[in-house]
C-alpha cells in the first residue's frame, strides 16, 4: 500500500501562538488559511498542519493521490481500494468512505492506543484506473 504524502495535523489552542513557535523553528507556510484556523507548514520533507477548533486529538494524516509537495500524482492507489485492503485485514474504520463514489475522500481509523490515522485524498482517482 502507498499512502502518499504524510503530516502531522496538530490541534492547537491558539494558531497565531502555534505558527509563530514553529516558524522560529524554519517552518515555513505552504498551505491552508490561519484567518480559517488553519495553515500547513514545511520544513524541508517534514509538514505539520496547525488547526483551531477543528478536531480534538492530534491526527496523523496520509494523503493519497499526494507527493511530499502536495502535488498530484498520475499513478497512485485510490483512497477507496486502500480502505478495501485495510477492511481486508480485519481493521475497524472508524469513518468509511463511500466506495461508490470516485474523486476526493477519507476514512479514519484508530490504532490500539487511540490515535487517529486520517487518510485524505483531494484528487481524482489516477487516470486510466478503470478497475476502480
Known amino acids: ?11 492547537v489552542k491558539d494558531i497565531h501562538a ?14 491552508g488559511d ?6 500547513v507548514l514545511q520544513n524541508g520533507s517534514a ?8 478536531f480534538d486529538n492530534n491526527i496523523l494524516t496520509f494523503n493519497p493521490g499526494w507527493g511530499e509537495n502536495a502535488q ?4 497512485f492507489q485510490d483512497v477507496r481500494e486502500l480502505q478495501r485492503i485495510i477492511k481486508s485485514r480485519g481493521i475497524t474504520l472508524t469513518t468509511a ?9 477519507h476514512f479514519v481509523l ?5 490515535n487517529m490515522l486520517l487518510f485524505d485524498q483531494h ?3 489516477p487516470k486510466g484506473d478503470q478497475s476502480r
Do not use: C
Open 123 to 125: 484528487v481524482a482517482k
Open 34 to 39: 490561519v484567518e480559517q484556523n488553519w495553515v
Open 18 to 31: 502555534s505558527m509563530a513557535f514553529y516558524e522560529k523553528l524554519d517552518f515555513k507556510q505552504v498551505g
Open 97 to 105: 468512505a463511500d466506495e461508490s463514489t470516485e474523486g476526493p475522500a
Open 47 to 54: 509538514r505539520i498542519g496547525l488547526f483551531q477548533g477543528m
Open 110 to 114: 484508530t490504532d490500539p492506543d487511540g
Open 72 to 75: 498530484a500524482l498520475e499513478d
Open 1 to 11: 500500500m502507498e499512502f502518499g504524502n504524510f503530516s502531522v495535523s496538530l490541534s
